[in-house]
């Protein structure tokens, strides 16, 4: 089945740790994203990726950083800089082909120990 | 920078109500707005997208509509059901950019 895989669904990070999430895709998109959310609040942009190679940073790409050396993959790294990394993190990817429409992974909550 | 706005942000009905959510945003320069569905601990479902040129899109009991002069778009749920409760989220995608703004939602409750 094609679709949006994170892992781990799951994820605790020490003090001063680096921890990185992983965003895997099959549908052939070109772009991809990822979003923090924190409860009671929307979606804030974190990095996006519209092609391999390159990516863009969002509202609050501050303690954080991505790569993009496959199209399929997109990990998010969460670096010790980022003092309040507590939150569900949502990988997506869209395409031109269907209007750009947003698919989404199931997410990954971090937490802090 | 676009600003996008749900209203209420939690809603209770009884089931078999028809209920209408409602999305506003700042900007009317969009390419296209998206509703999605958000379980608890879940990723989001993405229900019905419309593009800037649209005017509403229909899926099942769901019926979204665009009125990008006001800004302003509603999901339309036909004959609520426990099932549908979730939380509603609305996107819009200003044009050119590529960043998605999301609505903090609205958290509803389909009591039987």
């Known amino acids: 089945d094609g679709g949006i895989t994170q892992s781990p669904k799951y994820l605790f990070r020490k003090e001063g740790q680096n921890v990185t999430l992983s965003c895997e895709q099959n549908?052939?998109?070109?772009?991809m994203y990822w979003y923090r959310q924190d409860p009671g609040q929307g979606l804030r942009l974190i990095y996006y990726?519209?092609?391999?190679?390159?990516?863009q940073k969002g509202d609050i790409a501050e303690g954080y950083s991505v790569s993009r050396e496959k199209k399929e993959s997109f990990p998010l790294t969460v670096t010790s800089a980022q003092k309040n990394p507590t939150a569900f993190y949502l990988c997506?990817?869209?395409?031109?082909?269907?209007?750009?429409?947003?698919?989404f992974g199931s997410g990954t909550q971090l937490s802090v120990l | 920078k676009q600003e996008v706005t749900q209203i209420p942000a939690a809603l209770s009905v009884p089931e078999g109500e028809n209920l209408v959510l409602n999305c506003s945003f700042t900007?009317?320069?969009?390419?296209?707005l998206q509703w999605f569905r958000q379980d608890p601990g879940k990723g989001l479902t993405s229900l019905l997208l419309?593009?800037?040129?649209?005017r509403e899109q229909t899926s099942g009991r769901l019926n979204a509509s665009l009125d990008k002069s006001s800004g302003r778009s509603t999901l339309y749920i036909a004959a609520s059901q426990p099932g549908d409760s979730a939380t509603y989220l609305c996107?819009?995608?200003?044009?050119?950019?590529?960043?998605?703004?999301f609505g903090a939602g609205t958290r509803l409750t389909v009591k039987p």
């Open positions: 549908l052939n998109h070109d772009a």
């Open positions: 990726s519209q092609i391999v190679n390159d990516f």
């Open positions: 997506a990817s869209s395409t031109y082909a269907t209007n750009e429409k947003l698919f």
């Open positions: 996107a819009v995608r200003p044009f050119p950019n590529n960043d998605m703004r």
């Open positions: 900007d009317s320069a969009i390419y296209n």
């Open positions: 419309i593009q800037s040129s649209q």
